[in-house]
Every structure is written in C-alpha cells, then in structure tokens.
C-alpha cells in the first residue's frame, strides 16, 4: 500500500456510514469515552464549588498547580504507559485509567463535602497523569480505538471520536447540573461513581474486532497470502532505528523522547503536535479572561449569576463547534489523505487565531461567540496529529507511539499552563491595555511554525514509502519465476476485471502484468488495491 495515496480512503471505505457499519464495536467505544468525559466535568463541577468555599482567592493558584504537576507527570510517564498498552492490552490501560478517575469520588465518600476530601481528591487526581491524560483524551483511549476499528477506517474515526465525546459530554453535564439543583453535591458524588462503574462494565464486555476482518486489509499487494503484517504507514518500515517489541528501553522515564528520536517521521509528527497544542493550550486557558476583560464583567461590574451564565453557555458553544467541525473533518477524512488534512487544519489554525483581537474594538457579548468559534476551529488539528500516529509508527507499536506524542502534548499543554500562570500577571502590571490579546497571536505563529513542518512530513513520508514499494517490488519480481507463475497472473489479472455481481466495477483497478528481462512477471495495480478487491482476489 501506498504510504501518502492522494486520496487515503476514497476508494477503500466509500465514505463515513460506511465506516461505521462496518467496526459497530468502535461506536460503543466512543459512547463509552464520553463517559469518561462525563466524569471529569462532573468532578469539576463538585471540586470548583467545594474550592470557591475552602480555598477562596487562592483556588486559581492551587488548581493550576495541581494541573502543571499532572501534565509534568504525563509528560514524563504517557510513554512507558503507552508500552504498557502494547504489552499487556489497551483495553486493560483504558480499564485502569477509568479506575483513577473514579478515586477523587471515592476520596470524597470516605472524607465527606470537606476540605480534607477536597485536598484528598485533588490528590488522587494526580494518578491520572500516569497516563498522558490532557484535555483532548488518553493516549491509550486512541490506541484502544485503533485497534477495534479496519486501518483504513481509523483517520475517519478520530474525528467521529471528538464528535461522540462533544454529544455524550454536553449531555452527561446537563444531567449533572439537574441532579445537582435538586440533589445537591452528593447526589453529583453518586452520579459520578455510577458512570464509573458502568464504564467499566462496558469495557469489559466490548466485543473485539475479529481476526480475519481485522486483518483482511493487511495483505500486500506483492504477495498474496502472505503472513506479514501490512502497516498503514509504509514510510514507518523505512525509518531506520526501529527497535524490536520487547526492548526494555522504551520503558525508562525519558523513552517517549527516546523512541521519537528512534523514528525521525514520528518525532517530526511530535514536533508539529506540540506547536499545535500550544497555541491550542495558551488560547483555551485565556479565553474566558480576555473575553470577561472586553466586556468590562471582571470584578464587581456585572453580577455573579450573569457571569456565571455567558461562561457556561461559551463551553457549550466551543463543545457544539468542534462537534459540527470534526463532522466536516470526517467527510473530508474519507477523501483527502491524512497528511493533507493534518496541512490544511494547521493553516485554518493559523487564519482563525488571527480574529479573536477584534474583540477590543468590538466590546459585545456576540462577539464573544465568535471568538469561541475560533478557538474550536483551531482545535481541530488534535484528531488530525493522532490520525497520522499509526502511519509513522512501528509496527505493533502504536500505543507506545500514542504515548510519546502524548507525552510531547502534555509537555505543550504545561508550558502554556505556566505562561498562564507567570506572565499574565506581568502583563497587567504594565501599561498595555487589555494585554490577554498578545496571546493570540503568538499562537497563530505557533501554528504557522508547524505548517512547513508538516509539509515535510508529507514529502519525506512519500519518499520513504515510495522506496518500500521499490523493495518490495524487485523482491517479489525475484520470488515470482516460471511460464506457470506468468499464466497463474494473468488468469488472476482476468479474474478481477470480472468482479461478481455484488462489486463496483468503477471501483476495480486494472491489473497490468509487467516482464522484466526473462520470464519474471510482476503484478502492478494503477491504484490502490480496496479491501474487497483483496478478499476477492485471496479467495
């Protein structure tokens, strides 16, 4: 298969709805990584209210805190969590992840609505750093998907992924809100602990995508019937440094910078999603100050209650966009090649940062929207960087590869949280007026940094598989001898030009046999092989 084809999935899957009939076990998947997203905004629901209390005018400091040393913690351990997953099973690193975020409910079912239960689950809060956990999901949530959805498929499924995580969260946080006008914050508790469990429940029992139908897709077109597996990344057997599975290095603290610098095309694909998260990072935590700071609502100016209300219904808004944006994306998915996508997202990044300055000279709640609107639209590239990890990484190594980038993002994500936290505040004891502006525009550059980047990646990725195709090639010109094996390719050539009655002729690639000097045929298709051409022509 090719490595970059000019349209990855246009004539392999035939579009999204197609996607999803054919891996049902995925879309339950997703439904389940809403609930954990549930979980989270339901434990920042009890934990702000509890911290507004105990904590008053430090809770900013303390949250931030907590948050730089859980994002150091990804940064340093997503990797070695990652190789867990290669190792002992995705499936079983989502169960554990599942299982920390239930602590901070449990702490507060031992402790109480207390202060003691509000430092004792902030604490166990922590352990969810041990696996890369940031805003845009797990590591290993993406690894696990990887594996229940058809290679073909999974770049359409990182998009669907935002979307199904957007519906299922924005509804679990209404439910929350209305258990807790009427419940209060134990009832929220209760609520919480019980997606806990249900999750698990779920993950426990998701069926597993079947050996034959997941591997139906990895038979080279070189070589039917042969037993190695086919990466989606071609480019990612032509890196040199790959190390085997079970190398006990990838499970040192530092392995994620080890193993991205084992494999330039996904320490590139690194570089590019840390550009990118940081923008996306610096831009989501001074949102809502710049845009309070515009509309002159800091402070007493305005009551607690209408504050309150813009800031609750600007989340919904940003949710809302980056569902209806990752729906785009996941048409454009099914025909654009990945790494055209991964391009084009980092340019709409670059343009749409541009536009939430305007705010000074339009001090209105209205605009307000628009800036949430560009903020989403820029955060469209994270389905996009984690659809291109299975493409550069090695084989069977995808999880430790989500790990790494993981570990990259989280890095990104604490170094805008400690701008955030140093150089906001010397920005205001200058004479600049309104300065959160200033972080706009560096994060436009940030993104602009990573286009040329991912340019690159795109070139060198069809490069080095463009030579794997070349290996593989004079290899099976070699393998393939005799009158026989001649007359055996043409009869296989006939066979495929008359598809049965189910297939799409305008779908069937013509199939030419070549002769080099002597008698040594050589199938070469015009295009891609599809998944049924292959099945068909195994059988």
């Not at 439904?31 to 339901?42: D, E, I, K, P």
């Not at 995580?165 to 258990?179: E, K, L, P, Q």
């Not at 929220?188 to 591997?215: D, H, N, Q, S, Y």
């Not at 079970?246 to 603290?253: F, I, K, Y």
């Amino acid at each position: 298969p090719k490595a970059q084809p000019a349209h990855a999935v246009d004539a392999k899957n035939g579009g999204v709805w197609p996607a999803i009939r054919r891996n049902p076990a995925a879309m339950i998947l997703l439904g389940l990584y809403g609930m954990v997203s549930v979980m989270f905004n339901v434990q920042n629901i009890v934990g702000a209210g509890m911290a507004a209390e105990f904590w008053g005018d430090s809770m900013t400091t303390i949250d931030s805190s907590f948050q730089a040393v859980k994002l150091a913690m990804g940064a340093v351990f997503a990797g070695a969590y990652g190789r867990f997953g290669d190792r002992h099973g995705n499936r079983l690193a989502c169960a554990i992840l599942v299982l920390l975020s239930t602590l901070p409910y449990a702490a507060y079912l031992v402790f109480g609505l207390t202060e003691r239960g509000l430092w004792a689950a902030s604490g166990l809060g922590l352990l969810q750093g041990f696996t890369g956990m940031s805003m845009s999901g797990a590591p290993c949530m993406f690894a696990l998907l990887h594996e229940l959805v058809l290679p073909e498929d999974f770049a359409i499924f990182m998009a669907i992924v935002v979307i199904a995580i957007s519906f299922v969260s924005i509804s679990g946080t209404f439910a929350a809100h209305a258990i807790q006008s009427r419940g209060g914050e134990g009832a929220v508790v209760w609520f919480g602990c019980a997606i806990g469990v249900f999750t698990m429940g779920g993950l426990a029992l998701l069926p597993g995508r079947k050996l034959e139908t997941a591997r139906s897709a990895e038979v080279t077109p070189g070589g039917l019937g042969h037993d190695d597996r086919l990466e989606e990344g071609g480019a990612a057997k032509a890196q040199g440094g790959s190390h085997a599975v079970g190398d006990d290095t990838s499970c040192a603290l530092i392995s994620s910078v080890y193993f991205a610098m084992s494999h330039p095309l996904l320490l590139r694909l690194c570089v590019v999603t840390m550009l990118l998260s940081a923008s996306e990072g610096i831009a989501t935590g001074v949102m809502s100050q710049f845009v309070l700071e515009c509309l002159g609502w800091l402070g007493v100016a305005v009551d607690v209650q209408t504050r309150t209300s813009l800031l609750f219904n600007m989340n919904i808004a940003l949710s809302a966009t980056l569902a209806v944006a990752c729906v785009f994306l996941s048409f454009v998915s099914a025909h654009v090649s990945a790494y055209s996508v991964l391009i084009w997202t980092s340019l709409i990044a670059v343009v749409v940062q541009v536009w939430p300055p305007v705010m000074l000279w339009m001090p209105h709640v209205w605009y307000a929207f628009v800036v949430v609107v560009c903020v989403a639209l820029s955060m469209c590239v994270g389905p996009a960087t984690s659809a291109l990890v299975p493409l550069v990484s090695p084989p069977g190594r995808v999880g430790e590869a989500m790990g790494a980038m993981g570990s990259f993002k989280c890095l990104s994500f604490l170094v805008g949280n400690v701008i955030c936290i140093s150089v906001v505040p010397l920005l205001h004891r200058t004479n600049i007026a309104k300065p959160l502006w200033l972080f706009f525009p560096w994060c436009s550059f940030c993104a602009l940094c990573a286009v040329p980047l991912a340019v690159g990646l795109r070139r060198r990725a069809g490069g080095r598989g463009q030579a794997g195709e070349q290996q593989g090639s004079t290899a099976h010109k070699a393998d393939v001898s005799g009158s026989s094996k001649a007359s055996a390719a043409l009869e296989l050539s006939e066979a495929v030009r008359s598809r049965p009655k189910g297939g799409r002729p305008h779908s069937c690639p013509t199939i030419a046999v070549l002769r080099s000097s002597g008698s040594f045929p050589c199938i070469v298709p015009q295009r891609t092989l599809t998944q049924r051409d292959i099945l068909f022509c195994a059988a």
